[in-house]
């Protein structure tokens, strides 16, 4: 290990998941682990067709679902058999909750959740026919629609779509974004919902408008929840995270921008991955809504130090005892300074980058196929020295591909291999 080689790993916007939701009024809940599965009743479980497992917002396997739908017509969706508790009508409020991912590439309007929509039941689905990312809630024959700015693309977020008396609402990441009116129409529920298309029995076939990206944790209640039910909701939120490494210790910072009923962090080493131990732990602030700082110095053992990478996670413990992880992330302890390394190479579910910044910047991050199709794109934060990030691949199909990285007039380029 070289002395004062510093090696910083940002990522942004780090989510862990949060426990003690609500379950008063939660008449259908559906995790997506990989199935349509009602955990409330072990009933009214739901089908798949040609919907994939996939990573979750914390990048945990099979525990979310994936949609890839480039055309009108839909070969990937779910359906959820019809449930007398989901099926509101006349003045019976309710909250529909769910987390998502949208793609950069927006082909056409995607479906998110129809419960017969066209019929005059709810259903949210996105679209860019206004010039911007959207997202429409539409009850009644009537949508609310959220501003421009409100939608990222490329990011999970969570949308709360709320029926309370007769105002119809949208909350993206608990914040209210968007306020209308419903409709007249009286809802008929003839069809089962679908999650991740739209439907319309005229249609052949009627699935259509399906959604690219994912769905994960839907929950649906008979009441509106209120704005503290709906943060338990919410992850704990990071700012950014890093590590810097000097001679014989890591120096671990992160921020965050919300904690909800949290006891501590555990911070873990690992040495391949895969089997962690907890090296130290911070107090945390419990509930907050502003940003916080920590940081926490590991010292490396000699053992630790001959090895060429070494990876950290941290475990966010609630206080009724409840945890989970973050993403892991990687330091390479031997690496010469190059301006864009790229691993692991075959990679499967995502692929994780390292740079050198001479300064504080941006950088523009794509993905190419080989006939030169741009697939993926982001714009990237830096900072003076080495940078990591990771970006989720799971939709790319097999093949060979380029990442491209561009810092000002600066282009690097590097290829890799997508495995199944």
């Known amino acids: ?103 950069s590439t927006i082909p056409h309007a995607e479906g998110l959740f129809d419960n017969c929509l066209n019929y005059g039941g709810p259903g949210c689905f996105f679209w860019n026919a206004n010039g911007f990312p959207q997202v429409n809630f539409n009850y009644k024959n009537r949508s609310v629609q959220t501003p421009n700015g409100a939608i990222p693309l490329d990011t999970w977020i969570q949308i709360c779509l709320v029926r309370d008396n007769g105002a119809t609402k949208i909350y993206v990441n608990g914040t209210l974004v968007a306020t209308g009116t419903e409709g007249t129409t009286a809802p008929v529920y003839n069809f089962s919902p679908r999650i991740g298309s739209m439907f319309f029995n005229s249609f052949s076939p009627p699935q259509y408008n ?107 413990v609630d206080l009724d005892g409840r945890f989970t992880y973050s993403d892991i992330v990687t330091i390479l302890l031997n690496k010469k300074m190059e301006q864009l390394i790229v691993y692991p190479n075959p990679a499967k579910e995502k692929i994780n980058i390292q740079t050198t910044a001479k300064d504080n910047g941006k950088g523009l991050v794509q993905i190419i196929d080989m006939n030169g199709k741009i697939l993926f794109k982001k714009d990237i934060n830096l900072i003076k020295g080495i940078n990591a990030h990771n970006f989720d691949i799971n939709l790319l199909h097999a093949g060979n591909y380029f990442l491209k990285l561009q810092i000002g007039t600066e282009i690097f380029q590097k290829g890799f291999v997508k495995l199944e």
């Open 1 to 103: 290990m070289k002395s004062l080689l510093l090696y910083t790993l940002s990522l942004a916007l780090l989510n862990f998941t949060k426990a003690q939701a609500p379950t008063t009024g939660l008449v259908a809940y559906y995790p997506l682990d990989g199935n349509y599965t009602n955990t409330i009743s072990g009933t009214y479980n739901g089908s798949n067709f040609g919907s994939v497992a996939t990573t979750n917002k914390f990048g945990f396997a099979n525990k979310a679902m994936s949609f890839a739908n480039p055309s009108t017509t839909v070969p990937q969706y779910g359906t959820l058999p019809i449930n007398t508790s989901i099926n509101f009508s006349g003045t019976q409020n309710f909250t529909i909750s769910f987390y998502t991912l949208i793609n």
């Open 210 to 316: 399906g959604h690219n990206g994912k769905i994960d944790d839907l929950r649906i209640y008979n009441r509106v929840l209120s704005l503290a039910e709906m943060a338990t909701l919410l992850p704990i939120k990071l700012n950014s995270f890093s590590a810097k490494l000097f001679e014989d210790k890591t120096q671990l910072n992160w921020q965050t921008a919300q904690e909800i009923n949290t006891s501590h962090f555990e911070i873990e080493r690992s040495n391949d991955g895969v089997n962690f131990m907890k090296v130290g732990s911070e107090n945390a602030s419990g509930n907050s809504t502003n940003n916080r700082d920590y940081v926490y110095n590991d010292k490396l053992p000699a053992t630790v130090q001959s090895l060429s990478k070494i990876y950290y996670r941290l475990k966010s």
